[in-house]
Each structure stands twice: as C-alpha cells, then as structure tokens.
C-alpha cells in the first residue's frame, strides 16, 4: 500500500500567484517527519522544509510554509509569490521515527509537476 | 562542503549490458542510500549502507542488482544484465546518522535501456 500519496500529478499557476500542494501520509509511527523536496530539471533533488510530528509550530522557510493537519494524516506545502523558476517536482516523504532502531528512511510520494507561467 | 557526487550523468544500454554507478557522499556521512526513480514517479529506496554494513536491501533486485560500500564512503550499483525496466534515474543520497533526519542528494544518473 502506498504510504505517501500526492494526488495531484501535475499543477499550474500564473507568476505572482499562491499555490497549494497536498500529500496526505500513512503511519503508526507517533514520532516521524514530513519533508518536502524539489527535483530540478538537473536532476538534483533539493530540500525545501521539514515538519516533525511533535511540533505545533507552523513551519516556514522563505516563500515556503506547511499546513500540518496531524489528526489527518495531511500536509500541505503552500509557495508564495510564485516566480518561473518554481517550476519542477515537488515531492513529499514520509520519514518514520522507530522506537527500537529499525530502518531510517524517505518514502516518497509519486510528486507534483509544477509549471508557473510568467 | 562538496555536495554528493555520482557518476556518470547519463548511460545508454542494450538490454543484457552491466553498468555501475558510483556515489561520493559528503565527507563525514555514515548512511549513504542508492534510490530509484523511474519516469513520472518517486524515487524508490533500492538499499542503504551505515558505514560498510548494508542495513536494508530487501527492495534491491539481487539477482541482477548489486551494491557495495568496502570503506564505509564511496558506494558502487551495479546492474548485471540490464533490462528496459531498469529504465529510470537513480539517485545517492547521505546523511549523517547523529544530525537531523535530512537527506543530501546527488544529481542522479539517468538510465536508458534500449
């Protein structure tokens, strides 16, 4: 079964607008992160912000901030002021915290391919 | 800091060729992970060392996959006999085990099996 899942498989906004990426998430973990990446047409993955599980704060990087709905198992990843060069992959993933050792490791949804039109 | 470093970029084969690829992980990193992401979807994890030790490669075709680690830094994938599934870009990524939970990832090799 999938354990992240990004329902939208591609996305597009005019330069300038908001935008908001859902992922919704499986675990019966209490503790894990959330963590949101883009993949450049490089091929470089590149991080853009991490939520704990633990945390209330409402994280923010820059133009980038989540919705962390706990109770939901959902995350959102909200751009702002959106400029061209948004324009990839995003990606959401699962990092699962194990009590007894166990494995470390990022579950990836399928992403968002985002296009921002100037 | 020098990021990780694959290569090659890109490798073009015949189904039934070998290819590896190799990763050099940031200096100080002792989990090094080798994902698989085929076209239009996430990458996928094939298997991941702590120092030499492999942790988890239950997800790593062993009959036809193969990974190494022998110093606990550079790792190398092998693909023996490449199929047209293999189709897909595979990343390395590293972390160090102490710090946060964060992965730094290399910019992929992109794989066609012809």
């Known amino acids: 079964a999938e354990k992240v899942i990004q329902v939208w498989s591609t996305a597009s906004r005019q330069e300038g607008e908001e935008l908001t990426l859902d992922c919704s998430y499986e675990?019966?973990?209490?503790?894990?992160?959330l963590f949101w990446y883009k993949h450049l047409l490089s091929g470089e993955m590149v991080f853009l912000i991490r939520?704990?599980?633990?945390?209330?704060a409402k994280e923010r990087s820059g133009r980038y901030s989540v919705v962390f709905q706990k109770s939901l198992k959902s995350i959102s990843l909200i751009i702002s002021a959106l400029q061209p060069d948004d324009s990839g992959k995003y990606f959401c993933?699962?990092?699962?915290?194990?009590?007894?050792?166990?494995?470390?490791?990022?579950?990836f949804g399928q992403g968002t391919v985002l296009s921002v039109i100037p | 800091e020098a990021g990780v470093t694959q290569s090659p970029r890109y490798a073009v084969l015949q189904e039934g060729q070998a290819v590896s690829f190799w990763c050099d992980p940031i200096?100080?990193?002792?989990?090094l992970y080798w994902y698989q992401q085929p076209r239009d979807q996430g990458p996928q994890l094939l298997v991941y060392?702590?120092?030499?030790?492999?942790?988890?490669n239950s997800q790593l075709p062993s009959d036809r996959f193969s990974a190494v680690r022998p110093k606990g830094t550079n790792s190398t994938l092998k693909i023996q006999s490449a199929k047209q599934g293999d189709t897909a870009t595979y990343l390395c990524?590293?972390?160090?085990?102490?710090?946060?939970?964060?992965?730094?990832f290399g910019h992929g090799t992109k794989l066609s099996v012809l």
């Open positions: 990524a590293s972390r160090r085990t102490e710090s946060n939970e964060r992965l730094f």
């Open positions: 060392f702590r120092d030499e030790a492999v942790i988890d």
């Open positions: 675990t019966s973990q209490v503790l894990y992160h």
């Open positions: 200096s100080g990193h002792d989990t």
């Open positions: 993933a699962l990092w699962e915290l194990r009590a007894t050792g166990g494995n470390n490791k990022l579950t």
């Open positions: 939520q704990t599980s633990s945390s209330t």
